[in-house]
Every structure is written in C-alpha cells, then in structure tokens.
C-alpha cells in the first residue's frame, strides 16, 4: 500500500483515465436499455458543470487579482488561433480534399478556436507555472471564442441558415460564464470582502482542485469512448483520426511553449495553448460541424491528458 498510493498520486491523471475506460465498459453491460443508458449519461454528465466550478473557485482562491494581467505570449497566442482558423476554413471551401478529412480540418478548426481547458490553472499551478496568467488567459480565449466562432462558424457549419451570431454567442457564453467568471469573481468578492472565509478556502484548497479535474477526467473519457463507438467511421480511419489529433495536441503545446519563452512565461503559455477545453469543443463540434470532427477533439483530451501526465512524471518535458 505504501508503494501504491505513490504510483496513483504520480499517474493519477492516467489512472483517472483507465477508471473512465473501465466505466464506460461496465455500463456499456449493465445498461443495455438505450433510455437507461441515455438516463445515465444524463446524470453522469450533469455533473460536470458542478465539479467543474468547485475546482475553480478553489484554484482561482489561491490567486491574487493583481498578477491578473496580459502578457506578450497572450497576442501570440490569439494571431496563431485566429490565423490557424482562416487556414482550416480556406482547406474546407477550396482545397477539394477527399470528404472523408472533412473532419479532420473541422475538428482542427474546433480545436484552435475553442478556449483553454477550465483547468489550465489548475494544471499550471501544478507544472510549477504561473497561475495567475493561466487563469487570464482563460478568461479571455473564452471571451474570443465566443466572439470567433459564431463569426466564423457559420461559413462551413452543416446548417448554416439556422445560425446567427447572437445565437450562437448566447449558447457558447452560457456554458463558459458560470463555470469560469463566476467561481473567479465568487473569489475575488470574498478575498475583499470576507477575508478570514477566503484565508480558510485558500488553505482548504491545496491539492484537491487537481483530484476535482481528475475525477472530470475519467468522466470525459468515457464520454469519448462513447463517441468513437458510435461507429461514425470505419476502424482504420477512426485510428488515423486519433493520431492526427495526437499530432495536433504536441503542435499546439510546442507553439505555446515558444510563445512563452519569449517573457519568461514557458509552462503556463504551453498549458493555455496545448490544453482545450475539450467539453465544450465536442459539444459545438457534434452539433454544428460533422460529427465525425468530435472524435478528433475527443483523441485530443486524451492526448493533452497523457501528456500533462508524463510532465508532471518527467520534469525535462516541461
């Protein structure tokens, strides 16, 4: 037992990741009812949002609002995005590539555009980076991609018509503001005005903001394994779609690491540009692209999870 609970604690994240799999797996046996399979998705899921802000009211209570700030990696970051996005829509209007990569570019175009994870700070904090910049970061690619992608989207979206910008920003905003601003400004509110309850929070916080995101972790996990055996592709392709994902994962932390060697800021601008806010990806992906480019996003959260495991293993990766 001594020797195990170490080994959990270093690959706690891969370990979080195999209890998903195994989870999927034995509901996939227990539930063979589509509605009481559909019925423990539902509340599986609804989970999330909850767990999701407890672990950044906890993280963000660690943080002091003046290192909030913008940093040069922060414009880097948004060009490289916003750039990225042009690229991946040019490649789907014009480059007459077969149809089956379809998904491919739309799951590439969800990727750059979609916001850091919600647990980049977490993740940051944990690397040994800055926090502080982390969490502005978050705050404003969520801000830019709920300007960006009902901008853009609509361009290659499957049923453009139905689509307006206000609509579109309304659906984004309402899941990124309560589970990112709110817990920030709930923190803020009582570091100001309750100090001796947030000094409490600060000290009660610690680690547990990482067990929170590992437990959405295994959540997540088994929802992307609920999306690969949906049979949208045939088994080859599928696996292609996967390591193409795995490609674009390193990309994105290797651009985000330069990024960040340019102000002395390498771990968390690798963290805010490699990690994705995948929940929200799949979902804007599976409803207004191709389903086929959720399983790239999906690959994607397994990857940059894998990945932020071996960093936090092997320090020489950071």
């Known amino acids: ?3 195990i609970i170490p080994f959990i604690k270093k690959w706690l994240l891969v370990v979080a990741m195999s209890l998903g799999v ?25 989970l999330l949002p ?9 993280e963000f209570s660690k943080i002091n609002p003046r290192d909030l700030f913008p940093k040069k990696w922060l414009i880097y970051s948004f060009i490289y995005q916003f750039g990225g996005g042009l690229a991946m829509i040019a490649v789907l209007l014009w480059a007459g590539l077969p149809t089956w990569t379809n998904g491919l570019w739309e799951g590439t175009l969800v990727c750059l555009l979609c916001p850091t994870a919600t647990a980049v700070a977490v993740m940051s904090a944990k690397l040994g980076g800055k926090a502080a910049s982390a969490t502005t970061y978050a705050v404003l690619s969520s801000l830019f991609a ?14 453009s018509a139905e689509l307006t910008f206000w609509t579109l920003f ?35 916080a610690k ?14 996990t088994a929802q992307v394994l609920r999306i690969i055996f949906m049979g949208l592709l045939d088994g080859y392709t599928t696996l292609f779609y996967c390591f193409f994902a795995a490609g674009l994962c390193f990309l994105n932390f290797w651009v985000g690491k330069k990024f960040g060697d340019t102000c002395d800021d390498r771990l968390s601008a690798g963290q805010s540009l490699g990690q994705k806010n995948t929940i929200l990806a799949i979902w804007v992906a599976m409803t207004f692209l ?4 959720g399983i790239v996003m999906g690959a994607y959260m397994i990857w940059q999870n894998l990945f932020n495991s071996l960093q936090l293993s092997y320090p020489k990766l950071r």
């Open 1 to 3: 037992m001594p020797k």
């Open 22 to 46: 195994v989870g999927y797996f034995v509901a996939d046996v227990l539930f063979v009812e589509p509605v009481s399979r559909q019925a423990v998705v539902h509340w599986v899921t609804s």
């Open 50 to 58: 909850y767990l999701l802000f407890m672990m950044l009211f906890l």
């Open 146 to 159: 709920a300007l960006l992608i009902p901008a853009l989207f609509p361009i290659v979206a499957q049923d």
């Open 170 to 204: 309304r659906k984004i905003f309402a899941k990124v503001f309560p589970v990112i601003i709110v817990p920030l400004l709930l923190s803020f509110l009582m570091r100001e005005f309750t100090p001796s309850a947030h000094r409490w929070v600060a000290r009660f």
């Open 207 to 220: 680690d547990k903001s990482f067990y929170l995101w590992s437990f959405c972790v295994m959540i997540n």
């Open 290 to 293: 191709h389903p086929t480019s």
